[in-house]
C-alpha cells in the first residue's frame, strides 16, 4: 500500500513520536506472506517517506552516524554501547515514519525516542544481536585460527587462509543470514508492537522465513543500492539511510499489520 494512499483519513498533526499498532492495525502473529513484487515497493515507499523531509532525515542520519562514531572512541565499553544502541536508535527513526503515516511531522526528538519506549528491550534486542553475531563466527574463528581472523576482520590480507579456513567463512557468511532475518524486524517490534526482546526476535524470523522470495530481491536491491550511495564518498547513505529506515516500516507494515 502506498503511503500517500495511507495518508488518507488520519488526522494531520498526531505529535505523538511513537505509539503502539496494536490498537488501532491489530497484528498477524508470525507474519503473513505477501507478493514477492512488493520487495521494490518497500523501497519506494521508503523513498517517499524520505521526501518528505529530506532535509531533517539527512540531519538525523548524520546525527545517528556521529553518535556512533564518538561511542567507538568510549574505551572499554564504547565498541559494546554501540551495538547495544543501535537497535534504540533505529526504532526511534522508524517511529518517525510511523508518525509521517499518521500525518504527523517528523521531528529531531524520534532519534532519541526509543530511549523513552521499552528501551531496556531495544537494548536486550542489540544484545541477543551480539550474542548470535558471535556465536556464528566461532566456525571461522576455530578453522581459520585467532590471528588471522582478526587480521582478515580489521581490513588486512588475508595471506594466510586455507581451506579450511575459508570453509569457516563461508560457515560464518550463511549463518549470518538466519541471524539478519531474526534482527530485521524486532526493534520495530518492540517498539510499535510492545514485545519483548526474544519474542520479536522469533517474529522477525518467522515472518521473513515466510517471505524469503521478496527478501531476496529487496537484499539484491539494497546491495547495489548500496554501493552507488557509497562512491561519492558516501554521502549517498544521507539518502539511503532513510530509505532504508524507511522501507523497513513499508515491509513491517505489509507482513505485520492487517491492510485496513
Known sequence: MAVQERYENVTPGDSALS???????GYIEGGRKVEANLAWNWIREGWRYFRRQPGLWALL?????????????????????????VPVLAAGLISGCQTIERGGELELAHLFSGF??????????????????????VPAVVLMGANEFMTVMGGGPATMVDVPGALGLLIALALFVPVNMALWFAPVL???????????????F???????????????????????ASIPLGLGWL????????SVYAAYRDIYVPPR
Not at 19 to 25: E, V
Not at 210 to 218: D, G, S
Not at 239 to 246: A, H, S
Open 239 to 246: 539518502i539511503l539511510g532513510p530509505v532504508v529506515i524507511g
Open 61 to 85: 542520519t548524520l546525527i545517528f552516524g556521529a553518535f556512533l562514531m564518538a561511542l567507538k572512541f568510549v574505551p572499554v565499553i564504547g565498541p559494546l554501547a554501540t551495538i547495544l544502541l
Open 190 to 204: 518492540v517498539m510499535l508492537q510492545g514485545q519483548s526482546a526474544p519474542r520479536a526476535i522469533a517474529e522477525s
Open 19 to 25: 505509539s503502539p499498532d496494536t490498537a488501532s492495525g
Open 116 to 137: 523513552r519506549h521499552n528501551a531496556g528491550q531495544l537494548v536486550l534486542v542489540g544484545l541477543i544481536g551480539f550474542a548470535l553475531t558471535f556465536a556464528v563466527l
Open 206 to 228: 518467522r515472518g521473513c522465513l515466510k517471505n524469503l522470495v521478496p527478501f531476496l530481491i529487496y537484499g539484491i536491491a539494497l546491495f547495489v543500492l548500496a554501493i552507488l
